[in-house]
């Protein structure tokens, strides 16, 4: 099953929001209205809380994660996603803050304690590190990455234009019932 409770916790899904069968989601998770989870995805609230707001995506085989309160870390670190916000395939996202109307690129890994401010793009392949602060309105590249450039008017218009392309295809698979 999709879907699965973690001791008191059972994942809370917004209004039109689509989880494929293969994803796996549980513990303190809350997906916002018109969100997508697509296949082989895990969604992992076991030891701390994730939440994705609305018309986001979270793209085949990515991970997210929380980072745990213990000796090391007494506070942990939830994982917050904002709202249009894609995560591109196989994506590690751990304990870290997205803001809105981001683009997370294929493959990237942003790690504990990370913030990415709004309208940010990340390049595929990127790595945030642990603590690492990305400002509003900025291409980022590398492994660490590295602020590239200011984003165009093109490009920021892309999110919203991704948010949308991905609720429509959400809302396919919904009528053709291919939820969890």
């Known amino acids: 099953m999709a879907i699965r409770t973690y001791q008191q916790f059972t994942p809370q899904l917004g209004e039109r929001v689509f989880?494929?069968?293969?994803?796996?989601?549980?513990?303190?998770?809350?997906?916002?209205?018109?969100?997508?989870?697509w296949p082989l995805v895990v969604i992992r609230g076991d030891m701390h809380s994730i939440r994705i707001g609305e018309r986001s995506s979270v793209q085949d085989g990515s991970v997210l994660?929380?980072?745990?309160?213990?000796?090391?870390?007494?506070?942990?670190?939830p994982l917050n996603i904002g709202d249009e916000v894609t995560i591109g395939h196989n994506v590690t996202l751990h304990g870290c803050s997205l803001g809105n109307r981001i683009l997370v690129g294929m493959g990237s890994i942003i790690m504990d304690g990370?913030?990415?401010?709004?309208?940010?793009?990340?390049?595929a392949g990127s790595l945030v590190p642990p603590g690492k602060v990305l400002e509003s309105g900025y291409?980022?590249?590398?492994?660490?990455?590295?602020?590239?450039?200011?984003?165009?008017?093109?490009?920021?218009?892309?999110f919203?234009?991704?948010?949308?392309?991905?609720?429509?295809?959400?809302?396919?698979?919904?009528?053709?019932?291919?939820?969890?």
């Open 139 to 158: 291409l980022y590249v590398g492994s660490p990455v590295k602020q590239a450039r200011p984003l165009t008017d093109k490009e920021r218009s892309y």
């Open 160 to 180: 919203g234009y991704s948010a949308a392309n991905y609720v429509r295809l959400k809302d396919q698979h919904l009528l053709e019932g291919y939820a969890g």
């Open 65 to 77: 994660h929380i980072t745990h309160a213990g000796p090391f870390n007494p506070q942990g670190f």
């Open 19 to 37: 989880v494929d069968a293969s994803a796996v989601v549980l513990g303190d998770v809350e997906i916002g209205t018109d969100s997508s989870v």
């Open 114 to 123: 990370a913030v990415v401010q709004d309208e940010v793009v990340i390049g």
